[in-house]
């Protein structure tokens, strides 16, 4: 029998790991298509930035980017993957903080009227490759 919560848990495990899985295709594709134009013949490292509102789990990221490149010239290429802190800036009171918890307020004056100046950002630093 599936009670109904562990049918909905189910499904926020796999709509995660999805997650994961959609970014890696998009940046092994970007990866390839770089190492093509510059007629490399293997890729030996990848250098990936996520912000941290991006919400990646590195080791599955990495795990989807190994499955996807196995048959490419990336297969043994060394995954390297920064986390960029979430920065934000206060509108009312016009400070840069950096968001430390999940605590979406003002470090100094407690607003939430915030902008996001780093954390959603999600891109490849440097592909190397010979
Ligand atoms: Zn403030």
Redesign the pocket.
């Known amino acids: 029998m599936i009670t109904c919560h562990e049918f909905s848990f189910q499904g926020f495990v796999n709509s995660l790991i999805m997650h994961e899985i959609r970014i890696a295709e998009d940046l092994s594709a970007i990866v390839l298509q770089a190492a093509r134009k510059e007629n490399l013949v293997r890729v030996t490292k990848v250098s990936i930035s996520f912000g941290q509102l991006v919400q990646i789990v590195p080791d599955i990221f990495e795990f989807a980017f190994r499955e996807i490149v196995k048959n490419t010239i990336a297969r043994k290429a060394k995954v390297d993957i920064e986390i960029v802190p979430v920065k934000m800036n206060?509108n009312?009171?016009g400070?840069d903080f950096q968001l430390t918890d999940n605590n979406f307020s003002?470090s100094?004056?407690g607003?939430a009227d915030l902008n996001i100046i780093n954390g959603k950002e999600l891109f490849i630093k440097s592909i190397e490759g010979e």
């Open positions: 206060c009312s009171c400070i003002c100094v004056c607003s």
